[in-house]
């Protein structure tokens, strides 16, 4: 199966907020590719309000169950009261958990289950409870893909950071059979896997054709900057072709 499209909105809400407009919409930017037909959108609503807005996530979770099922809201976060907060209002599909200090500039690393394994197989189980999906937001360790099966979780997403700045070939070879190992060992544990972070058109096609079962690419950073060049339906045509479609 294609890997599918989650677009993640952070970036087009931090340009609305650098001036008090209304414009440019997240909630009509993320309507734009759904319809365009990307498989859902992304949000990281953090503490601070940077980028999205907490009336975005629920603008969002409103514009998705219009969908009929067909699209899915994916919201980022580090599990404290205020995320579980939202996520009981709006109960996404899936909830991607990071493990972000509040001041973090954006997600630059994957947890360390097993020194926080009470706390995320908690935190794992009492989202379930809600009738979410979880993803674990790790770091491109087989051992530590395993260690996400453990806690409980449904997925992992792989942060493919590191990936992106690469730029010799034996070097991108080299991390792509580690990203390779990581997702292998996902899938014995039972786990699908999902991937994001600096994910580019030019870097995913090699990304999909080594790891051809990753269900789920979230992009943001780069697709906002193509949408500038190519507009939002061209642009997220352009990205589901690179993911297989």
Not at 37 to 47: I, K, S
Not at 89 to 116: C, F
Request: glycine share 8%; with cysteine; net charge negative.
């Amino acid at each position: 199966m294609p890997t599918n499209l989650s677009v993640n909105l952070n970036a087009i809400a931090m340009l609305r907020n650098r001036r008090d407009l209304a414009w440019p919409s997240v909630t009509g930017i993320g309507a734009m590719a759904l319809e365009a037909g990307a498989h859902g959108l992304t949000v990281h609503p953090r503490p601070d309000e940077r980028h999205i807005r907490l009336q975005d996530v629920y603008d969002l979770s409103a514009l998705i169950k219009k969908s009929d099922g067909r699209k899915e809201f994916n919201i980022e976060g580090f599990p404290d009261d205020r995320l579980f907060k939202i996520i009981e209002d709006v109960k996404p599909d899936q909830v991607t958990l990071v493990p972000d200090d509040p001041e973090q500039n954006t997600s630059d690393h994957g947890w360390d289950i097993e020194a926080n394994k009470e706390m995320l197989g908690e935190v794992v189980a009492q989202i379930k409870n809600l009738g979410c999906r979880v993803s674990l937001f790790i770091d491109s360790e087989p051992e530590v893909a395993l260690g996400a099966r453990a806690v409980g979780a449904d997925r992992v997403e792989i942060y493919t950071g590191p990936y992106g700045l690469l730029i010799k070939d034996s070097e991108i070879k080299a991390m792509l059979a580690q990203i390779k190992l990581t997702c292998d060992a996902a899938e014995r544990g039972g786990l699908q896997v999902n991937a994001g972070h600096d994910l580019t058109l030019d870097n995913l096609p090699a990304l999909i054709s080594m790891v051809p079962n990753i269900a789920e690419c979230s992009i943001g950073h780069c697709l906002t900057a193509d949408c500038l060049l190519y507009g939002v339906n061209e642009t997220v045509n352009r990205y589901l072709r690179a993911l297989g479609h």
